[in-house]
T-cell receptor
């Protein structure tokens, strides 16, 4: 099993550009999550999904969109990139919600200049 | 308002000694707690967890202690090894995980 994979590993965007961060898991997990981690901070939840076709906002959703058309994939879309979106983005998945451990991908380091 | 706090951003410990990482939370209704470990350029990995019905959970060199009255948990690593050098996050579980800001542990020879 590859677990949770994310692409790209690194990306530099200009202000106003858009991009999609890809996330795929092969563990047949129902739950998937997107986090961002800023320097010296913990992980903040952006969006999450409880299954294909169902998504919901987390703590910091502004400036982002998600979709979940399959169990495996949970892409994160940035429209009109802003310097405040410079961060490391982690995708995670879990078999169940809440008390169960989440499995994380390796992260995407995004810089917006 | 931070619901989960790790007040020590860094900790340096000699190899073979005990490392103690601390975490405080604000809501007495939280009932499940986790520790994650993160190496540079990697995602966090689950380390150990504890339910509020227990006050201690042990897994090899790692032990988590929970003090519900103080709303405090701690992670003990004994003996510490250089490979334990990483950032450690505590998290509380509601319907989602709420993470602390992390403590960077450095274990030196």
């Amino acid at each position: 099993n590859a677990g949770v994979t994310q692409t790209p590993k690194f990306r530099i965007l200009k202000i106003g550009q858009s991009m999609t961060l890809q996330c795929t898991q092969d563990m047949n997990h129902n739950y998937m999550y997107w986090y961002r981690q800023d320097p010296g901070m913990g992980l903040k939840l952006i969006y999450y999904s409880v299954g294909a076709g169902i998504t919901d906002k987390g703590e910091v959703p502004n400036g982002y969109n998600v979709s979940r058309s399959t169990t495996e994939d949970f892409p994160l879309r940035l429209e009109l990139a802003a310097p405040s979106q410079t961060s490391v983005y982690f995708c995670a998945s879990s078999y169940n919600q809440g008390a169960y451990e989440q499995y994380f991908g390796p992260g995407t380091r995004l810089t917006v200049t | 308002d931070q619901q989960v706090k790790q007040n020590s951003p860094s900790l340096s410990v000699q190899e073979g000694r005990i490392s103690i990482l601390n975490c405080d939370y604000t809501n007495s209704m939280f009932d499940y707690f986790l520790w994650y470990k993160k190496y540079p350029a990697e995602g966090p990995t689950f380390l150990i967890s504890i339910s509020s019905i227990k006050d201690k959970n042990e897994d090899g060199r790692f032990t988590v202690f929970l003090n519900k009255s103080a709303k405090h948990l701690s992670l003990h690593i004994v003996p510490s090894q250089p490979g334990d050098s990483a950032v450690y996050f505590c998290a509380v579980s509601t319907d989602k995980l709420i993470f602390g800001t992390g403590t960077r542990l450095q274990v030196f020879p």
